[in-house]
């Protein structure tokens, strides 16, 4: 079976098509296909308030050629989310109208503990070693979501409006980062030592850069150094240079500086990067819906 994502955040829209199936009983997610366009709404957002009609026409624009995608990959269904950009935009709804009428495509805005329980859906937890204590830290283009893990469980998650457009542009106030920086070391205290999980576009473009094997640690030092190395070129040398995307080549750095201030708050010395996001927790929300919807028809 194929199941389709839509992941609208702030930076990038993405689609990701993801097979499951049933491998001697064990339901294995492998996936297919992911697509992304980097359309930045939460430049519009953040700054201005609303989506202009520019990159509204380049949304459009993108869900209809992603509605064409779906139905010729014969996806059993399709989900599509929008975060903290979307949320933040006072002309949110015409723009969800319009999506819909043109590319039959149905936008849902989630909330951020909605974007924070979709990433949770993914079930990490159950790779996780129980005698470790965890920090889930996935850093978007709006809002960065905590999640503390100790003996398999969720004992704290909470979404933050800090991301990387937000920060690229100063739209963090200082008291606000502060009150961030605070709760971090507080949720933390008596679940020493940890190790952090990290998710999202510019995390895995740091693990991928540090050379680091798949399911492999990466040392806080290490990604210290990787930040260094990175803020020592402009903008263009990292594009050049760096081979980096145009659309990630400035947003790296707030990334690295919001991942480090968590891993230093928290006194964590290693980030697991498993490559999963929020387009992954549709995939798994909606494969579990399909199998209860399922086996209530065969009741």
């Not at 064990?26 to 990159?55: C, M, T, W, Y």
């Not at 974007?115 to 159950?126: P, V």
């Not at 542009?169 to 200082?174: L, S, T, Y």
């Amino acid at each position: 079976m194929k199941f389709a994502a839509i992941d609208i955040g702030s930076n990038a829209v993405r689609l990701l098509f993801c097979n499951v199936y049933d491998d001697h009983g064990k339901i294995v997610f492998k996936k297919a296909e992911l697509i992304r366009v980097p359309i930045r709404l939460g430049e519009d957002s953040f700054l201005h308030g609303n989506i202009s009609p520019q990159k509204e026409e380049k949304l459009v624009t993108a869900m209809k050629a992603f509605k064409n995608l779906i139905d010729v990959y014969d996806a059993v269904d399709y989900r599509a989310c929008a975060t903290s950009a979307m949320r933040d935009a006072e002309n949110r709804f015409d723009v969800v109208d319009r999506v819909r009428k043109e590319a039959g495509i149905k936008i849902e805005i989630i909330d951020g503990k909605t974007e924070a329980d979709i990433i949770y859906s993914n079930h990490i937890e159950e790779h996780l070693d129980k005698g470790t204590n965890y920090l889930y830290i996935d850093i978007g283009g709006g809002s960065t979501e905590i999640t503390l893990f100790s003996k398999n469980k969720a004992i704290v998650s909470q979404s933050f409006n800090i991301g990387t457009i937000r920060m690229l542009h100063n739209q963090i106030d200082k008291e606000y980062w502060n009150y961030f920086k605070n709760w971090i070391i507080e949720i933390t205290k008596g679940y020493k030592p940890l190790m952090a999980i990290g998710s999202g576009g510019n995390i895995n473009k740091l693990f991928k850069m540090s050379g680091r094997k798949i399911n492999k640690p990466i040392a806080t030092s290490k990604l210290k150094t990787l930040y260094e190395v990175l803020e020592s070129y402009t903008y263009d040398e990292r594009v050049q240079i760096l081979g980096l995307n145009p659309d990630r080549a400035d947003v790296i750095i707030p990334a690295s500086e919001i991942l480090l201030t968590v891993l230093k708050k928290a006194d964590i010395e290693k980030v697991i990067v498993p490559q999963i996001g929020l387009s992954d927790g549709i995939v798994h929300q909606l494969y579990e819906s399909y199998i209860n919807k399922k086996e209530q028809q065969e009741i």
